[in-house]
Every structure is written in structure tokens, then in C-alpha cells.
């Protein structure tokens, strides 16, 4: 079976910059053998940028490694600068031929300033890339409405964006979360991960009881063909409620199902990520 896990992360603070892991435990490198392979059933990854340093000398650090199972890189990018820039820069990653797109991170970002990524995003869909979209569930709307702005852009949202797991799905903020992601999952082009719930619970009871019912919801609004099972590694190994790959995976095929699976542990990756096997940067 392939399993491909659609979100991996992996840094060395010696070589890049990596200021949001300074108090934690994980302030030290992580790099591909040490990549939590589901019991050795991942067989192919994409790789989510990690450094708020140099995105750039990220994604060639990244593309140089010795990393057999690396099929994509997600590299990052600051869609604020000038509309030149951003061209440059996204010319610059589409000479790496593992990059398929870009994120930028909008989960500290005021809800207000979003705009200020409407332009970078409309020169990333004229170039074929796909964003990565990584908010806390308070921002869905604000995210909804940038989008609409960029109608031709594929959009993957990570980590369902960030539920209120300890909450549940009954509570307001469960409620709200779950009508705005049926609206996102409305738009064309948009997919989800299936990734990075454990670190939005700080309770082992709360997590156990009210995870499934945000992945179901999930999955419900946005179809097995545009879902994507994702480690989140390392973080969602160590922060929140710690979940192994295993555990993670075995979770959300129960919930998927035998008939679904296929898609959601590998074809809407490729899919998404590889449609023709090649970088999706290409000159617009």
C-alpha cells in the first residue's frame, strides 16, 4: 500500500532559522531518518516549509537531501512584497523541481491584513502553484473572503483549519468552524489535510472524545477526493496530545472507510500536488 503523507516537516536550526522552536523541545534537528514512517508504510512525503528564515535556501536544502521518499516540496514564500519580487522569487523556486507551491503562514496574521497576500496569490494561480493555507478556525471567513478574490487558485487547507478539538464540534465555536468549512469546501479547487489536530488539544479526554467528529465533518464537506491524510511530523508528535503516524493514520481510516481510503491516504495528494508529475511553478 502507498501512504503518503502530505505533511512533513524537517529542520536543522544549524544551517536555517527556525525562531518559533526556541523554549521548545524540539529546538534541534530533525531530518529524514528520523521521519516518523508509519511503521515503515509511508512511502512517499511532501515536505511543508518550516523556517522563517531564508524560504529559498530552504527549499534547495531540502531538494539536496538524502531523503528517498521526498516526491514534493512546499516551500515558503512572503506574498506581501512587491508583485516583482514574488515573481522573481516563485521563478527562483520553479528552477527546484520538487517545488508544487508555496505557504504563507496567515495563522499569526490580523484578519484585517489578509489582503495584503491577494496579489501574491494571483501571481502564484498564474503560474499553476498551489497554496497552502494555514489559519486558526477564527479566520475561516476572513480566508473565504481572500479567496474569492482568486477563483483559479488551488488551495489546500492545513490541518482543517485548526478546530477547536478541546471545545467539540457542538459547542459555538465547533458550530462556527463547521458552517464556514462547508462553505470553504463549496469553492472549486480547494482541498483539505487530514493532519495537526493533536496540537490543538491540551486534554486527553476532550481529544479522544471530540477529534473524530472533526475529521468526519471534514470529510464530509470537502469528499474523499479532495481530502489528504498528513503527519503534521514532528510537531503533532510532540506538542498538544502526541500522536505517532500510526496511531494517526489508523484513526481516519477507520473513519474513512475501505472505499475511500485509496483517496485519502494517496490519489488527492498526487493529484493535487503532481498532476503530470512536474513542478506546478511553470512560467505563467
Known amino acids: 500500500?502507498?501512504?503518503?503523507?502530505?505533511?512533513v516537516h524537517i529542520w536543522?536550526?544549524?544551517?536555517?532559522?527556525?525562531?518559533?522552536?526556541?523554549?521548545t523541545g524540539l529546538d534541534h534537528a530533525m531530518l529524514p531518518p528520523d521521519v516518523d514512517r508509519a511503521a515503515t508504510v509511508s512511502t512517499e512525503m511532501i515536505f511543508v516549509q518550516a523556517s522563517d528564515g531564508d524560504p529559498l535556501a530552504e527549499a534547495r536544502w531540502v531538494d539536496r537531501l538524502a531523503w528517498p521518499e521526498l516526491i514534493a516540496i512546499v516551500a515558503g514564500a512572503d506574498l506581501t512584497r512587491k508583485p516583482e519580487e514574488v515573481e522573481a522569487h516563485l521563478a527562483a523556486l520553479a528552477e527546484i523541481p520538487r517545488v508544487v507551491g508555496v505557504r504563507h503562514l496567515l495563522q499569526d496574521t490580523a484578519e484585517t491584513a489578509f489582503s495584503a497576500v491577494r496579489e501574491g496569490l494571483r501571481i502564484l494561480a498564474d503560474r499553476?502553484?498551489?497554496?497552502?493555507?494555514?489559519?486558526?478556525?477564527?479566520?475561516?471567513?476572513?480566508l473565504i473572503d481572500l479567496l474569492d478574490a482568486v477563483p483559479d487558485l488551488t488551495v489546500v487547507l492545513d490541518h482543517l483549519g485548526k478546530p477547536p478539538v478541546d471545545e467539540g464540534i457542538d459547542s459555538p465555536a465547533g458550530r462556527r468552524w463547521s458552517e464556514q468549512i462547508g462553505i470553504l469546501a463549496a469553492r472549486p479547487r480547494t482541498y483539505v489535510k487530514l493532519s495537526g489536530l493533536a496540537p490543538e488539544s491540551s486534554?486527553?479526554?476532550?481529544?479522544?472524545?471530540?477529534v473524530d467528529a472533526f475529521i468526519d465533518r471534514g470529510l464530509e464537506a470537502f469528499g474523499s477526493q479532495r481530502a489528504?491524510?498528513?503527519?503534521?511530523?514532528?510537531?503533532?508528535?510532540?506538542?498538544?496530545?502526541?500522536?505517532?503516524?500510526?496511531?494517526?493514520?489508523?484513526?481516519?481510516?477507520r473513519i474513512v472507510g475501505a472505499s475511500d481510503w485509496p483517496a485519502v491516504s494517496s490519489t488527492t495528494a498526487r493529484s493535487v500536488y503532481l498532476p503530470g508529475g512536474a513542478s506546478r511553478l511553470h512560467a505563467p
Open 1 to 7: 500500500m502507498t501512504l503518503v503523507d502530505s505533511h
Open 12 to 23: 536543522d536550526p544549524d544551517l536555517l532559522d527556525y525562531a518559533w522552536l526556541g523554549g
Open 128 to 142: 499553476g502553484g498551489t497554496f497552502d493555507a494555514c489559519i486558526r478556525h477564527p479566520q475561516l471567513s476572513a
Open 203 to 210: 486534554d486527553a479526554a476532550a481529544f479522544g472524545a471530540n
Open 228 to 253: 489528504m491524510i498528513g503527519s503534521d511530523w514532528p510537531v503533532s508528535s510532540h506538542f498538544g496530545m502526541p500522536t505517532t503516524f500510526t496511531e494517526w493514520a489508523a484513526r481516519v481510516e
